[in-house]
């Protein structure tokens, strides 16, 4: 058994070899933060990255053998300030934007593909549900769609009503840019919501979808009992193939979250819930984006362009360039990835 006094010993023999390494790294990184990333040589920059990984190496060991705890998070805290300055200030802004819009956002949607299309699912079958009940019986819209929410369409409103909500037409001003607006932060909101609900094992995140659809079934039934479904999909679809697209993305990810959870093979669940939490967490910034089109769609060009065939022409050109973004966009940077990797 190894006493106190044999811990010790190793601890500083460890300490006593690689010291050299971390104090030079530290006082890289020092003067980096004092007098700028610039202030350093070519040659201490080129040393940059291997005292860093050095450092890492370090951290490791110490780690893994159980070292002084000191050690260890003064290794954890060298480590976190190098990072800056080996990693992150090689990419400009315009490169992080660039790197997320070409790979990172289109290459976990691929990713996820298969969450993503069981949330889609559960919409279809909430929509296909609903639309079919209400349709053998208005009256039982209100079981699906709050009165609130409704706005004043139901049963007991006219056709030509329901048309006028569908083709109102309203001015240009600050009032559209804050409707946008509200509409963006509020479904960003339930977008966020369901890709947070993963974490308890994905159920709500089945219902939430299911419910979704259940209130696009409704509508949808609604106004085909009066003969306005193409009125309403050409006022839905325009936003709508954008907002719904953000939703089941959202809707797929809590799935992923949860199946990491339920299902975390060699790993622990902690571990592989934060590792698939930092993957689909890109992902959701995305999705965020497409709310917030969706929001400028919805808040402004619905509101003001009341033709039918311009309606359905926007829904249209949104559809087919999503499914080719998700699609084609950073498809050969996954094959070169798989023919590298073992």
Same mark, same amino acid.
């Given at each position: 058994?190894?006493?106190?006094?044999? @811990?010790?010993?190793?601890?500083?023999?460890? #300490?006593?070899?690689?010291?050299?390494?971390?104090?030079?790294?530290?006082?890289?990184?020092? #003067?980096?933060?004092?007098?700028?990333?610039?202030?350093?040589?070519?040659?201490?920059?080129?040393?940059?990255?291997?005292?860093?990984?050095?450092?890492?190496?370090?951290?490791?060991?110490?780690?893994? @053998?159980?070292?002084?705890?000191?050690?260890?998070?003064?290794?954890?805290?060298?480590?976190?300030?190098?990072?800056?300055?080996?990693?992150?200030?090689?990419?400009?802004?315009?490169?992080?934007?660039?790197?997320?819009?070409?790979?990172?956002?289109?290459?976990?949607?691929? #990713?996820?593909?298969?969450?993503?299309?069981?949330?889609?699912?559960?919409? @279809?079958?909430?929509?296909?549900?609903?639309?079919?009940?209400?349709?053998?019986?208005?009256?039982?819209?209100?079981?699906?769609?709050?009165?609130?929410?409704?706005?004043?369409?139901?049963?007991?409103?006219?056709?030509?009503?329901?048309?006028?909500?569908?083709?109102?037409?309203?001015?240009?001003?600050?009032?559209?840019?804050?409707?946008?607006?509200?509409?963006?932060?509020?479904?960003?909101?339930?977008?966020?919501?369901?890709?947070?609900?993963?974490?308890?094992?994905?159920?709500?995140?089945?219902?939430?979808?299911?419910?979704?659809?259940?209130?696009?079934?409704?509508?949808?039934?609604?106004?085909?009992?009066?003969?306005?479904?193409?009125?309403?999909?050409?006022?839905?679809?325009?936003?709508?193939?954008?907002?719904?697209?953000?939703?089941?993305?959202?809707?797929?990810?809590?799935?992923?979250?949860?199946?990491?959870?339920?299902?975390?093979? #060699?790993?622990?669940?902690?571990?592989?819930?934060?590792?698939?939490?930092?993957?689909?967490?890109?992902?959701?910034?995305?999705?965020?984006?497409?709310?917030?089109?969706?929001?400028? @769609?919805?808040?402004?060009?619905?509101?003001?362009?009341?033709?039918?065939?311009?309606?359905?022409?926007?829904?249209?050109?949104?559809?087919?360039?999503?499914?080719?973004?998700?699609?084609?966009?950073?498809?050969?940077?996954?094959?070169?990835?798989?023919?590298?990797?073992?």
């Amino acid at each position: 058994m190894h006493g106190p006094a044999q @811990i010790t010993l190793k601890s500083y023999e460890f #300490r006593r070899e690689r010291e050299p390494t971390w104090l030079a790294l530290e006082a890289l990184v020092e #003067r980096a933060q004092k007098s700028g990333f610039h202030s350093l040589s070519a040659d201490e920059l080129a040393r940059l990255p291997h005292l860093y990984r050095a450092t890492l190496s370090s951290l490791s060991v110490a780690r893994s @053998i159980s070292l002084d705890r000191n050690v260890v998070e003064y290794l954890e805290s060298l480590a976190g300030r190098a990072y800056f300055f080996v990693y992150g200030t090689r990419s400009h802004a315009r490169d992080v934007l660039a790197e997320f819009v070409l790979y990172r956002f289109p290459a976990g949607i691929r #990713r996820f593909k298969w969450h993503i299309g069981l949330a889609a699912l559960f919409v @279809i079958v909430g929509a296909l549900t609903a639309f079919f009940i209400t349709l053998d019986n208005q009256e039982r819209f209100y079981t699906f769609v709050a009165e609130e929410y409704a706005q004043g369409r139901g049963p007991s409103s006219s056709t030509s009503e329901l048309r006028a909500v569908l083709y109102s037409e309203h001015s240009p001003g600050d009032a559209l840019a804050t409707f946008a607006a509200s509409l963006f932060t509020h479904n960003a909101k339930i977008g966020i919501v369901s890709f947070s609900l993963g974490v308890v094992i994905g159920l709500p995140v089945f219902l939430l979808m299911f419910i979704n659809g259940l209130v696009l079934g409704a509508f949808a039934a609604l106004h085909h009992a009066r003969g306005l479904s193409a009125d309403l999909w050409g006022w839905l679809l325009p936003h709508g193939v954008t907002e719904l697209g953000a939703m089941v993305i959202c809707g797929g990810l809590g799935l992923a979250l949860a199946q990491a959870l339920i299902f975390p093979g #060699r790993s622990t669940r902690l571990r592989n819930l934060a590792q698939c939490g930092r993957q689909a967490g890109v992902v959701v910034v995305g999705a965020v984006i497409m709310f917030f089109i969706a929001g400028l @769609i919805e808040g402004i060009f619905r509101q003001l362009v009341t033709d039918i065939a311009i309606r359905y022409a926007v829904a249209v050109i949104t559809a087919v360039a999503w499914s080719l973004y998700f699609g084609l966009v950073g498809r050969s940077r996954d094959s070169a990835r798989a023919e590298v990797e073992p």
